[in-house]
């Protein structure tokens, strides 16, 4: 059965799945563009590598945020998370540890 939680010895319980209710995919090189997304407003470019995504509506302010990148180069990328409120989520995308904008940031929100 799906979302039985099992093997924890005396310990069982149903798992509640985490749907993403925020997800963003978006070109973060020049002006952002936003490819496809779900309760997103808008992103703003707060510089190279920094963007506020904004959220359709108020959400939990104590939401799960993961993301991904992909670039053109074998650079190591990662993103960090720099503001968490219940209408945006800010965030620093970064390649070989210097601020960058990305061909490809993904970003979704679950709570």
């Known amino acids: 059965m799906s979302g039985i939680l099992t093997g924890l ?3 069982s319980g149903v ?3 985490l749907t993403p209710k925020i997800w963003i995919n978006f070109d ?3 002006t952002p563009n936003i490819r496809r997304s779900r309760n997103v407003s ?9 963007y506020t995504i904004n959220f ?9 945020a993961s993301g991904l990148l992909w670039n053109d180069d074998e650079n190591a990328t990662s993103i960090r998370v ?3 409120l219940a209408t ?22 679950s709570y």
């Open 9 to 11: 010895g005396s310990k």
């Open 15 to 17: 798992i509640e799945p």
């Open 28 to 30: 973060g090189t020049g």
């Open 42 to 50: 808008s992103i703003s470019d707060n510089g190279v590598g920094y």
């Open 56 to 64: 359709v509506g108020t959400h939990p302010d104590n939401y799960v």
């Open 82 to 84: 720099l503001g968490v």
């Open 88 to 109: 945006s989520l800010t965030i620093q995308t970064m390649n070989d540890s210097v601020r960058s904008d990305e061909v490809v940031v993904m970003v979704q929100i």
